[in-house]
């Protein structure tokens, strides 16, 4: 797994679960927060929520899923007034920079009105408890790479690799130490740059297929 540096180009997942409840003028809101690696996953999810709080009034949610260019994002009121449950859900996921991650949050209610900004506030509330429950995990881009060296040249190299932020998957030791590492990317030419004048050209950075 990559390095926890978070400069690094990436993204951040859930690791872990967690549900919160708030009442709110005897509103009850109950947050569920998972792990999700597509929309049917997503789906599945609320499905399970819907069937669990079968008796309850709104099941509200939001989702988001991927990243960079391909990140999707999704959410419904469900019966609540517009803006008032999906968008806050949404609004808590996005603030934390989560992706493949569903925010469910399911409302009883208690017989006094909100109003569209209490109910923001509320929805907002209970996703946000839930999510500072979860654990997270930064998940960086990279590339698998190896290179072979005589033995001298071990400590050197290995601060190369800590420098440029690299991770050693597997170490071979023969007639020359062969290294499999994995490098974040935009990495790959600076070190191979620096291998080339640590070794007068000699020690070469190669792609893993």
Known sequence: MAPPNHKLPGYKVLSSTADAETRVKRSRFIAHIVAVDSEDEAKAAIKDMEKKYHDCRHVCFAWVL??????????????????????????????????????IVVRYFGG??????????????????????????????????????????????EHLLD???????????????????????GREQSLDSELNELSSGTIKLKARP
């Open 163 to 185: 420098k440029h932020d690299g991770k050693v998957l597997q170490r071979n030791f023969d007639e020359d130490v062969n290294l499999f590492i994995w490098l974040p990317d």
């Open 66 to 103: 991927g990243y960079g260019e391909d990140k999707k994002y999704h959410s419904t009121d469900a019966g609540e007034p517009s803006g008032s449950a999906g968008e806050p859900i949404l609004g808590v996921l996005k603030k934390h920079e989560v992706t493949n991650a569903v925010a």
């Open 112 to 157: 006094v009105k909100l109003g569209t900004g209490g109910l923001g506030r509320a929805y907002k509330e209970c996703a946000a408890l839930a999510l500072e429950k979860c654990e997270t995990k930064f998940i960086a881009f990279g590339s698998d790479f190896e290179v072979a060296f005589p033995y001298h040249f071990l400590g050197s190299i």
